[in-house]
């Protein structure tokens, strides 16, 4: 889905003559960059629904849309009563044409509502019978909220589902369950006392959580272990179950590169894990038949060219557990087709870090979820359950303050210590996560003596293309690695050789990489490719036999590429990188060779028809990726997609150094300046009781045939 270009700075909202309608004043501000041309054609589509639609109700239509276009799922209808244009961000002039109409747009809520509601296009819950109406209001009086008919269905689909599965926790064997717990996690010191000396196990707590619900959340920061728990919590179903050779096992992700991390970080757990359990389970045995990790557009069975799945309500997956890691990426539509397709007795686990980026589409479902993981919220009885099955006594700081707790807070774990991520990188992300000081960050970096972390405010691309071509003190990786390494290639007809160097290759790549807050202009994406390909063209080798890289048409041997659409018969994901390289006989024929893990696959570059070349991608799309040297590349036209979810998320993928580039200084302060805040009912919906949901026997048959 594409983003609405920022306003320009100083533009001044356009009123040519004979834009005296509402659905004139908005083309011409589509024409004018502040509102996107879906948008404006939204509206003129309410208005031939309705051609008595007032015009608030067809302001209302186009900033809804554009507000989907920004990844929101509704538009609050409050803060138009202050200024409707601030949301937008569109300039102070924009007012003068919007004064202008006749008549105005309304002054209070209660106005905006009864403009809202006289249309026949708009349907109020809990008033309205549902014929169809493109339009859903929901919401108290006191903060309603305008839908898109789909969206509202998904976001009520999502959050019925989450209710209802956490309704009821799955009858537990507590002694049994405390006796594998023990041996999955050893005793530490400290665990006996919330006040003691160490913080409670957050890992096995989670393990004891998710054993007892059809729906559990773990979140975290990087290092965390969210996928060392859950081969544990693996391990823990497996050996609580009455016939663990029959459970049925599914592994998950949004991404291909996100899902094949999944599966080989769980393996290693597993091994590492059947060594401490010796013979009284057999991991090895038990979890060869999950087979390998998938994206959830492969696991749901998408179709090609449509939005449907081959597994719905109606048709089931045929599953017992599944397990989604990178669930920060998971947009509403898809978290909506996930819950409706799996059986009410099924588990679900979602591992994610709440902090990171939410998808580019609709929703900030994870988020929304993990509003209150921090805060913990646990009940009495939840404190008592894992006390009894791990032996740890939960510190009052994450109980409830009020009785009964969010059914959802019961089944939410935040891991708060991270093994691995520490140094300035660590600290770096803290204080970015954290906001409080948004100058700090760039403290940080400028006082690190290590070598990990640097940045460069100048304004010069050519610093990009140093980094990119030769590394740097203290964070030597770059593309040259991987290019050095592709002048070795192996003399024809050696497969084994052939494979190993092909993997050599493949690795190097992924030891650096280019992040960027944008895809347009000098500073983004499509500008950088282009000025980097000519930068390896003209470098030399190490050995001075040639240049680094060599270019004869639009595929060459080393051309970095990224899928940018499913391709199931092909075995490609959106977003799944690979490298050109010749075939082990040689000849003029490239293919595209991806790694999975340590599975190598390859595919003809003829029959690649939907790829971009790769030496720099968006923030976006380098989620369930690491890189030993991560640069992030700032510019100054990055709008409100600079983000301090977009500068953490960036600094994340950095497992060793992480170097910074932006066109004008103070960039990086901006963006720890600017936290997303997505618009959502979903959070509400899931914290509020049975009564303030309205969910009696009519409204919830009405939820469930939305799920339908």
Known sequence: MNRPAPAPAGARAPQPAGATTPCALLRAWSDAGLLRHLDSAFAEFIAGLDPQASPALL????????????????????????DPWAAPGWPPEARIAVEALQPPLPATLAAWLDELMRSPVVRRVGRDPDLGQPLVVDGEDSAPRLYLRRYWHQERTVGSAVVERCAQPVPIDEAAARAWLDRLFPRREGDDSAEGPAAPDWQKLAC??????????????????????????????????????????????????????????????????QQGLGPALDLGALTRRIGPARTLHALLGARPDTRRFRHHAGNPLDLDVVIVDEASMIHLEMMAAL???????????????KDQLASVEAGAVLGDLCRDAAAGRYDG?????????????????VRALQEPAPPLARQTVML????????????????????????????????????????????????????????????????????????????????????????????????????CAVREGDWGV?????????????????????????RRGSWYPGRPVMVTRNDPALGVSNGDVGIALPTQQGGPGLRVHFLDGEQLRSVSVSRLAHVETAFAMTVHKSQGSEFEHTLLVLGAHGGSVLSRELVYTAITRARSAFSLV??????????????????????????????????GNAALAEAAGHRG
Not at 61 to 82: D, F, I, K, M, V
Not at 245 to 251: C, N, P, V
């Open 381 to 397: 009885e939840t404190a008592r359950y894992l006390l009894e099955t791990t032996g740890l006594r939960l510190p009052q700081s």
């Open 526 to 550: 499509q500008g950088l490719t282009p000025a980097i390909e000519r930068a390896l063209e003209q470098a030399p080798r190490a050995d001075g036999s040639g240049r680094l890289l060599s």
């Open 208 to 273: 004891a959580i998710a054993l007892r619900g059809r729906l559990s959340i773990v979140t975290g920061g990087p290092g965390t272990g969210k996928t060392y728990t859950a081969a544990r919590l693996l391990a823990l179903l497996l050996a609580t179950s009455e016939a663990p050779e029959q459970l049925r096992i599914a592994l998950a992700a949004p991404t291909g590169k996100a899902a094949a991390r999944l599966r080989q970080s769980i393996d290693g757990s597993l091994q590492e894990l």
């Open 59 to 82: 302001f209302a239509a186009a900033l809804l849309a554009q507000a989907e276009g920004r990844g929101h799922s509704c538009l609050p209808l409050a803060p138009l009563t202050a």
């Open 416 to 515: 708060r210590e991270s093994r691995r991520f520490g140094g300035p990188i660590g600290a770096l992300a803290r204080a970015v996560n954290d906001g409080a000081d948004p100058a700090q960050a760039g403290r940080l970096i400028a006082q690190d003596r290590s070598g990990v972390l640097m940045a460069a405010e100048d304004g010069r691309l050519a610093r990009v293309i140093e980094l990119a071509t030769g590394g740097r003190p203290g964070a030597s990786a770059s593309y040259r690695d991987y290019l050095e390494i592709l002048a070795q290639a192996p003399q024809r007809g050696d497969a084994d050789s052939h494979a190993q160097w092909a993997v050599r290759v493949l690795k190097a790549f992924d030891r650096f990489r280019i992040l």
């Open 339 to 353: 819950l409706g397709a799996l059986p009410a007795q099924a588990r679900l686990i979602l591992l994610g870090d």
């Open 662 to 695: 932006a066109e004008r200084p103070g960039l990086l302060e901006q963006g720890v300046r600017q936290p997303t805040q997505r618009e959502s009912g979903l959070a509400q919906w899931v914290a509020s009781t049975p009564e303030q949901r309205g969910l």
